[in-house]
């Protein structure tokens, strides 16, 4: 079958070209429109920034920015896209960078086009919220403004929602079976038909917002023969409130479990705001990042502090494995041949318990962590009765760390309980060096999260980000 | 339609609705000429290696490989190199560094181009490689020539000095991380004649390079450049190598090919910004002024010269930075190593320089725990005899006193600089700094013959223009300029004026668009030859009017007397034309009283000097090093700025690249001598949430310039060192971390890592001891 998607509102129906093409390379090599650009191909600066039309939170159809050098064209099936050159050339948004000089070389521009234009219909997000305003614009990178001019822009238009006759229409959610030059795409539309498709293509990976996989195509240049995507499920996707608790479905993307998680998890919502860029968030989902089983992985440490489960999926039925036991060893993880993770449960945090989540980098925004750590104590009676403390980073898997735990539970929380934690974390954890930090760096931070988590929660038992701040820890 | 654009006021860049509609074209989306190859570039794996033996035989077979060309398929000269011909284009005898080409594919795609290049069997003999400065120096690896320069008596005064500061001064590289990469498209021509298209900020040089490497005379080479995106002196020299290869894979194949690189091709086949080191004395007397300064410097050049000799010369014309220092004496030397060949880059050794001298300011201070600016300022060039450079070129109107003054005050920087005192008595666990960085930098190229342009401009006979020069838009806003210097002299409006593609055929032998200096030497010759066709039309209007040509003036489209007779310049276009008067011109401009004599480290690089100043304001994290710029003001000496919404726009910009330098942009190699972050997940250059939100950024104010174009100052560099006050305010705030009296050991790029070993290590040596849990 064909992919036949909408393209600046026109009807368009891609045949012949390999599943693993991406959005990008189609729209400069076979749709010839060259006003997105290629800066990085592996999400990080953001010149490829087109609009997909997708479903908020809200149930709405909604506009969202997304990275089209990580868009494989069969996931385009049943949606709208718009580049650029859809919005002509007067719009509102770029009205305003014309004004603002938001432009100088201008080969980013387009990029920020469209991530303003998604800020400009987002119903969400205020011309005073400084940290979304950054958020909504740290996956687009400029050389030669200095950015200045381009917030002055962003805070011009954001949540304007100009009538411009640029309606996002939901995705139909057809299911897709696109085979093309040796490659075979599968997108079912339920979980019968994913099951079915997990049978038919032995060795097949799987892909939903594929903002990590489309990387081995792009810089590895690896053929990935059978992919079949968990986007189009409804039952996979989505948060629901559970006896004691929640359940986010495995391909509720990052940027709706950020938008939700601000009053329940706190500490969730603290790791989203420093994860990637908007528009990473607006295709990667929880479940991907869960089982990419990345040991830098940010999303992982604090679902293991908050004591999460894995629920995976198969013909047989769901089971359920307390994510701790779910990271094996590097990469690997407890899912079964033909089984699929389908959601990730969260019990209700405890008022009486204190959280936070850190991650350092290099940069603050769209880069992957040196450390990232996650942090659940609860105090009864006066002493710890409970102690999850986990980091990315550190070790092969993202890991709780045991002995420092240990070294907590059943003493009052203080400055010695906390001291003889970080002393156990030197025998929990043999960090190693690479280009984000060196293993001096890594366990150094590690302790010293671990204090800043206690001076920090001495006032407030979940804080939450201030919008600018010395660093990821608040004091 | 082009915005309005006019001297001496703000406007948009003229190209800014073509920007933000995706409608602006680069280098990689010009259509594809018919039947139109890929071209790829196969880079070594080893940074210094003997080429045993090479073979094409595997990747050839690959159906869609149209050729695999090594060193001896190069029709002409296989040596390229800006300055000396000092690098193989494609490695022949033997590969100089990982990423050095030794061959490249041609095919019907770039995927099968990168396919086959797998392919191509090349076996290498390892050789022992130069991987640092230090190995350079030990084995007196040096290129080009040293450079020397000396005043007084260094010894004398080092002995007699208050305070002396011996130290080693370390800068890191810096990616250009231009969001556009290197392109280039080569079109064969009937009569063996060449296009091509490049995405280089010197179309000249790539002329003549791909010239010599198909063995023709420059005549048979036309280059042309419809903009960059981004430019920042990484396509200065560097787009050559790009060019030949599209040019040598078109010439073999008769077909038209194109060279794109992808990111990582870009970063790891490109070089960067030089890192420095340079061991230095310094001595202050006891009110803190400079007396001496002996610095031997050292540029990691890569494996070729390149730009470096010049790079190298510009820190040492910069090591003065903003201040007078009686006794000097400095030498450099140019180090080569088997990494990517180093290269302009913003500031071409400038900043480099000032970071020593800034290093011993803060040295200085934080030893005798004062305040940093007591050194500096004591130690600004003023009235003579202070106003003598090292190299024996007075300063005219010294303005790092002006700029103190205008900006400490309106930057409230006694005010804040004690609330941060306050807040840091009582913060644990952060703590505040703040910065003040002044700039002097000198402009010109330090080559004299490269201060010349040329423009060609063309009136039509309805009144519209075409204006080409020799410069690059490269973003800088240059064509900006030109546009309104040249609506301004024909009397039009600036949308009558159209800014032509950058091409060798319209302007020839152009220098580099390089050296913040493109508006200075473009805008006089576009301004003489736009002079030139106004005095033609003149005389005619003079006639057709009937008043003395002397008293016209060309104004918003007319030409007239004041209150007399009048006529559309378009008019008065047609009117030439029936007349057969001349209707184009050229405009030549050749920058005057330059003089330097590099033997005796003696006379005037410089046509005048570029001022500027910033007060940076940090927060530090003692638990994890992170830090933050809470506030920037910047204050910038552009004289009277031609454009200032653009010039505004050069220098915040230059600002955020310079604090990304020192701050977070980090250049790794591996063991092996590969470049290892060669892409933005792993090389971070600033995003929107490291910009200050409370960013003030000014013009100096009544500094007209005698002698630029219209009394303006060239803006491209000097604000990029701007930004590095921003060391100076961490260092404030790190060593307050500590007890005073304790010299900051900061390493560059002041990472969050580097930050926190910075903290540690001054806690360490002083009196307060090793880190509480309270910070």
Not at chain 2, 337 to 349: D, E, I, K
Not at chain 2, 693 to 718: F, M, Y
């Amino acid at each position: 079958m064909a992919i036949r998607f909408l393209l600046n509102g026109k009807a368009v129906e891609v045949d012949g070209v390999a599943p693993t093409t991406t959005l990008l390379q189609w729209l400069r090599e076979h749709a010839h429109l060259t006003g997105t650009k290629e800066g990085c191909a592996e999400g990080d600066c953001g010149a490829c920034t087109v609009a997909l039309a997708d479903v908020g939170p809200d149930g709405e159809p909604t506009w969202r920015a997304v990275d089209s050098c990580l868009v494989f064209l069969p996931a385009l099936n049943g949606r709208s896209v718009l580049t650029v050159e859809g919005l002509g050339g007067d719009h509102p948004v770029q009205d305003a960078m014309v004004k603002h000089l938001g432009s100088q070389c201008g080969y980013c521009t387009p990029g920020f086009v469209m991530s303003l234009f998604e800020a400009c219909h987002r119903k969400d997000l205020t011309a005073t919220d400084d940290a979304g305003l950054n958020d909504q614009l740290c996956g687009n990178l400029c050389r030669c403004t200095g950015y200045r001019p381009i917030r002055d822009a962003a805070i011009e238009v954001v949540g304007t929602q100009p009538v411009d006759g640029h309606v996002a229409t939901a995705p139909t959610g057809t299911a897709t079976d696109y085979v093309a030059k040796g490659g075979r795409y599968a997108q079912p539309a339920d979980l019968a038909g994913l099951f079915d498709a997990l049978d038919a293509m032995p060795g097949a990976r799987i892909v939903s917002g594929a903002t990590d996989l489309a990387l081995e195509v792009n810089k590895l240049h690896k053929a990935l023969p059978a992919l079949v995507s968990v986007e189009s499920i409804p039952s996979l996707r989505g948060v629901t409130r559970t006896a004691g608790g929640w359940r986010i479905g495995a391909t509720t993307l990052l940027a709706d479990v950020e938008a939700w998680s601000k009053d329940p998890f706190p500490s969730l919502h603290r790791m989203l705001r420093y994860f990637a860029s908007r528009q990473i968030k607006n295709r990667a989902t929880l479940g991907g990042n869960v089982c990419n089983a990345s040991p830098i992985g940010d999303t992982p440490p604090v679902l293991l502090a908050l004591d999460a489960t894995a629920i995976l999926a198969s013909r047989a039925g769901e089971r359920r494995v307390p994510l701790r036991e779910f990271f094996l060893s590097y990469r690997k993880t407890a899912l079964g041949e033909g089984e699929v993770l389908a959601a990730i449960e969260l019990p209700d945090l405890p008022e009486d318990a204190f959280a936070a989540s850190y991650k350092v980098s290099k940069r603050r925004e769209l880069d992957i962590s040196a450390v990232a750590a996650s942090f659940v104590v609860r105090v009864q009676s006066g002493v710890v009765s409970e102690a999850r403390l986990a980091y990315g980073g550190m070790a092969a898997t993202p890991s709780r760390a045991a002995g420092a735990e240990r070294a907590l539970v059943g003493r009052p929380f203080d400055e010695a309980a906390v001291n003889d934690a970080v002393a156990a974390l030197a025998t929990d954890f043999t960090p190693m060096s690479d280009h984000r930090g060196t293993a001096w760096y890594r366990a150094t931070l590690a302790g010293n999260l671990l204090r800043g988590f206690y001076l920090e929660t001495r006032n407030d038992r979940q804080p939450t980000l201030p919008a600018r701040h010395a660093g990821t820890v608040i004091a | 339609m082009t915005p309005l654009i006019k001297l001496n006021a703000s406007s948009p860049h003229e190209s800014a609705r073509k920007h933000v509609s995706g409608a602006a074209r680069y280098v990689d989306d010009l259509p594809a000429p018919q039947g139109m190859l890929h071209g790829f570039a196969v880079a070594s794996p080893h940074a210094h290696a003997k080429i045993v033996s090479r073979d094409g035989t595997r990747a050839r077979a690959l159906p869609g490989v149209h050729a695999v060309l090594f060193a001896a398929d190069v029709p002409g000269s296989n040596h390229i190199g800006p300055v000396v011909h000092d690098e193989d284009l494609l490695a022949d005898a033997t590969a100089q560094c990982v990423g050095h080409a030794v061959a490249v594919v041609v095919a019907e795609s770039r995927d099968i181009a990168r396919e086959a290049a797998a392919l191509v069997d090349v076996v290498y003999e390892v050789l022992p490689a130069i991987l640092t400065i230090e190995e350079s120096i030990a084995a007196k690896a040096f290129l080009g020539s040293p450079h020397h320069m000396a005043r007084g008596d260094v010894d004398a005064a080092l002995a007699s000095a208050a305070i002396v500061i011996k130290a080693t001064a370390r800068n890191p590289a810096q990616d250009h991380f231009y969001l556009e990469t290197h392109a280039a498209l080569a079109i064969p021509e009937e009569g063996g004649n060449w296009l091509i298209y490049s995405s280089t900020q010197h179309p000249t040089e790539v002329q003549g390079e791909v010239a010599s490497v198909l063995g023709l005379p420059r005549n048979a080479v036309v280059v042309e450049v419809p903009r960059l995106g981004g430019g920042f002196g990484g396509k200065e020299s560097q787009a050559s190598q790009i060019a030949c290869w599209a040019a040598l894979g078109a010439h073999v194949t008769g077909r038209p090919v194109k060279v794109w690189l992808d990111r990582e091709q870009d970063m790891t086949h490109t070089g960067k910004r030089h890192p420095f080191r340079t061991d230095y004395e310094a001595g202050f007397d006891a009110d803190g002024r400079l007396t001496a300064l002996r610095a031997r410097v050292y540029a990691d050049a890569g494996f070729s010269l390149d730009l470096s000799q010049a790079i190298n010369d510009r820190a040492l014309f910069h090591l003065d930075n903003a201040y007078y220092v009686p006794n000097v004496d400095f030498q450099n030397f140019t180090c080569k190593t088997n990494l990517l060949s180093n290269t302009a880059f913003r500031g071409f050794g400038g900043p480099q320089g000032m970071v020593v001298i800034e290093d011993a300011m803060q040295r200085a201070a934080e030893r005798l725990g004062k305040d940093p600016n007591v050194f500096r300022v004591a130690s600004f060039y003023g009235d003579a005899p202070r106003n003598v450079t090292p190299y024996g070129m007075r300063v005219d109107q010294p303005r790092a006193a002006r700029l103190w003054e205008e900006l400490s005050a309106s930057s409230d920087y006694a005010t804040r600089s004690a609330a941060i005192a306050a807040h840091n008595a009582t913060s644990s666990v952060v703590k505040r700094g703040l910065g003040f960085m002044p700039v002097k930098f000198g402009i010109s190229f330090t080559a004299t013959l490269l201060n010349q342009a040329g423009a060609l401009v063309l009136v039509y006979a309805d009144g519209s223009v075409q204006m080409n020069h020799g410069g690059i838009e490269m973003g800088q806003g240059l064509h900006t300029k030109m546009l309104a210097i040249a609506g301004d002299e024909l009397g039009v409006p600036a949308s009558a004026v159209r800014a032509m593609d950058t091409a060798t055929d319209k302007v020839p032998n152009t220098s580099a668009t390089a050296a913040s200096s493109g508006s200075d030497l473009n805008g006089w010759a576009v301004r003489n030859a736009c002079a030139e066709i106004r005095q033609r039309m003149a005389v005619v209007a003079a006639e057709v009017l009937g008043v003395p040509a002397a008293a016209l003036v060309f104004a918003d489209g007319q030409v007239g007397a004041p209150g007399g007779p009048s006529m559309p310049f378009a008019k008065l276009a047609n009117t030439c034309w029936v007349r057969r008067i001349s209707l184009s011109s050229t405009g030549f401009y050749a920058t005057p009283d330059l003089a330097y004599d590099r033997e005796k480290g003696f006379g005037r690089p410089f046509f005048y000097f570029a001022w500027g100043a910033s007060v940076v304001e940090v927060e530090v994290n003692a638990l994890t090093g992170e830090h933050r710029v809470v506030r920037a003001d910047l204050l910038q000496d552009v004289g009277k700025s031609l454009v200032p919404s653009i010039d505004l726009g050069q220098v915040e910009g230059a600002f955020v690249q310079g604090v990304g330098w020192l701050t977070m942009e980090e250049c790794l190699y591996d063991k092996r001598g590969r470049f290892v972050t060669h892409g933005p997940s792993t090389y971070k250059i600033p995003t929107i949430g490291d910009v200050p939100a409370d960013l003030r950024v000014h013009l100096l104010e009544n500094v007209e310039q005698d002698g630029t174009i219209h009394g303006s100052k060239a803006v491209g560099e000097p604000p990029l060192m701007l930004g590095i006050g921003v060391v100076s305010a961490l260092r404030q705030a790190i060593g307050a971390f500590a007890s005073p009296g304790h010299e900051i050991e900061l390493a560059l790029p002041a990472t969050p890592e580097a930050v926190l070993r910075a903290i540690m290590d001054v806690r360490a040596r002083s009196a307060a001891g090793a880190p509480s849990l309270h910070g």
